[in-house]
């Protein structure tokens, strides 16, 4: 199975701030993976599909890169409504998996 | 709009069985692979499992594996999930989703005596 590594599990950031959030892959996924974003009590909701892409009608604030086994989540000015559990997960391979989740928060 | 909606959710006993469903709208679902993922309380998210198109492939993860089947009624527009010899361990909000988004709203899933 491939083990994905989230890092950090959680975060707490100014509004505007830089925000960067990291998935290792125990091995190479080429760049089959997604970013979610998960607010409180609802479902998950895609930001970024293959790696990098951006999901339609998500602020432009959110972007992916990354490939192989290294990809990162960043959200260039943090705002208020971004606070939620970001996953990332890989689906190049049976059993898809989710890395732990990001907690991200307001200072 | 696509809109998915899960039911079927409940309390039940361990070793009992229960049948989820997941109602699909604003889209063809037979053009689809379809899955299911969980969340345990507090928890983060796992991969259950997913069916192709034509429901012919269908794949789990080893924890459910022999106990859940993922099936599909195209024809109902539908997704199921039925689970058996439930476990405490299989607790957790259900989520039915078309490969890979939208996600529907989730089913509580409670296996406690």
């Known amino acids: 199975d491939i083990q994905m590594t989230q890092s950090p599990s959680s975060l707490s950031a100014s509004v505007g701030d830089r925000v960067t959030i990291t998935c290792r892959a125990s091995q190479g996924i080429r760049n089959e993976l997604g970013w979610y974003q998960q607010k409180p009590e609802k479902a998950p909701k895609r930001l970024i599909y293959t790696a990098s892409t951006l999901q339609s009608g998500v602020p432009s604030r959110f972007s992916g890169s990354g490939s192989g086994t290294e990809f990162t989540l960043t959200i260039s000015s943090l705002q208020p409504e971004d606070v939620a559990t970001y996953y990332c997960?890989?689906?190049?391979?049976?059993?898809?998996?989710f890395g732990q989740g990001t907690k991200v928060d307001i200072k | 709009e696509v809109h998915l909606v899960e039911s079927g959710g409940a309390l039940v006993q361990p070793g009992g069985s229960l049948r989820l469903s997941c109602a699909a709208s604003?889209?063809?679902?037979?053009?689809?692979?379809m899955m299911w993922v969980r969340q345990a309380p507090g928890k983060g998210l796992e991969w259950v499992a997913s069916?192709?198109?034509?429901?012919?492939?269908?794949y789990y993860v080893d924890s459910v594996k022999g106990r859940f089947t993922i099936s599909r009624d195209n024809v109902k527009n539908s997704l199921y999930l039925q689970m058996n010899t439930l476990r405490a361990e299989d607790t957790a909000v259900y989520y039915c989703a078309r490969v890979f988004d939208p996600w529907g709203q989730g089913t509580l899933v409670t296996v406690s005596s």
């Open positions: 069916i192709r198109q034509d429901g012919r492939e269908t």
């Open positions: 997960l890989q689906h190049n391979s049976y059993p898809y998996t």
């Open positions: 604003g889209f063809t679902l037979n053009n689809y692979w």
